[in-house]
């Protein structure tokens, strides 16, 4: 067996497309970023394109959301917790949150969101993280 290893350096210069195979026959890996500050409502994360698989949905909280009802749902316009619900995610505790949430391929376009209802909260800071790959 060959391993190949190489530096940052190299891998941040490999042009790979979307969804296509990298030199180590791989599909790459792609994600969306966004962060969640004390408010109430929605942050687009970015769309994802027809026919992605998401991989992980990863949250992570920086600074605890201190509302007593604090809930960070990570989903769409039509489903808000459809690839993580706020009870795989502890607002109020500080760390990383990770769900495989075992969706199909898109069928269409779609815009993800992470939804926060916190309406009694001063405090809370999070990084949400989607990886997907596509075809």
């Known amino acids: 067996m060959r391993h190949e290893t190489l530096s940052i350096n190299e891998l941040a210069v490999q042009k790979l497309k979307p969804g296509k195979l990298s030199s180590h026959g791989r599909k790459v890996m792609e994600c969306l970023v966004g962060t969640v500050v004390k408010q109430v409502g929605a942050v687009t994360l970015g769309t994802l394109p027809k026919?992605?698989?998401?991989?992980?949905?990863?949250?992570?909280?920086?600074?605890?959301?201190?509302?007593?009802?604090?809930?960070?749902?990570?989903?769409h316009a039509t489903d808000a917790d459809a690839y993580m619900a706020t009870d795989k995610i502890t607002e109020g505790t500080a760390g990383i949150y990770t769900y495989l949430p075992g969706v199909a391929a898109l069928t269409a376009q779609t815009t993800v969101l992470a939804t926060l209802t916190d309406a009694d909260g001063t405090t809370g800071d999070a990084t949400v993280i989607v990886f997907y790959t596509h075809s």
């Open 51 to 75: 026919g992605a698989i998401i991989q992980k949905v990863e949250v992570g909280v920086r600074t605890a959301f201190n509302g007593t009802s604090a809930a960070l749902n990570i989903g």
